[in-house]
Nanobody, 122 residues
Framework: QVQLVESGGGSVQAGGSLRLSCADSGRTFSSSAGGWFRQAPGEEREFVAAITSTGATFYADSVKGRFTISRDNAKNTVYLQMNSLKPEDTAVYYC????????????????WGQGTQVTVSS
């Protein structure tokens, strides 16, 4: 199964910014919702943000006002702009394509990226 390819992770100081990208080589991208999740060591994977095929956006309360999800269907790419980063944002970030069901639930997604590390130091 073709995977999603993520990029843009790295290490920043608190208050800094990063932009994650998620590129899809499949043919279903433009008709699918896309989501970002994150997983910190010892924690479960949690919802961060999602965007529908029509551009509606949804965010976890912990990132609302700081993160922005967007998509470029011409490039088959979903982005996550992360501003005002905090140490608690440190995690491996995963993008995924939605299949069915709640946008907030990992089980609703059927294709995943390999993950990209984001580290925020205080």
């Amino acid at each position: 199964q073709v995977q999603l390819v993520e990029s843009g992770g790295g290490s920043v100081q608190a208050g800094g910014s990063l932009r994650l990208s998620c590129a899809d080589s499949g043919r279903t991208f433009s008709s699918s919702a896309g989501g970002w999740f994150r997983q910190a060591p010892g924690e479960e994977r949690e919802f961060v943000a999602a965007i529908t095929s029509t551009g509606a956006t949804f965010y976890a309360d912990s990132v609302k006002g700081r993160f922005t999800i967007s998509r470029d269907n011409a490039k088959n790419t979903v982005y996550l702009q992360m501003n005002s980063l905090k140490p608690e944002d440190t995690a491996v970030y995963y993008c995924a394509l939605h299949l069915a069901g709640s946008l907030y639930y990992t089980g609703s997604y059927y294709r995943w990226g390999q993950g990209t590390q984001v580290t925020v130091s205080s």
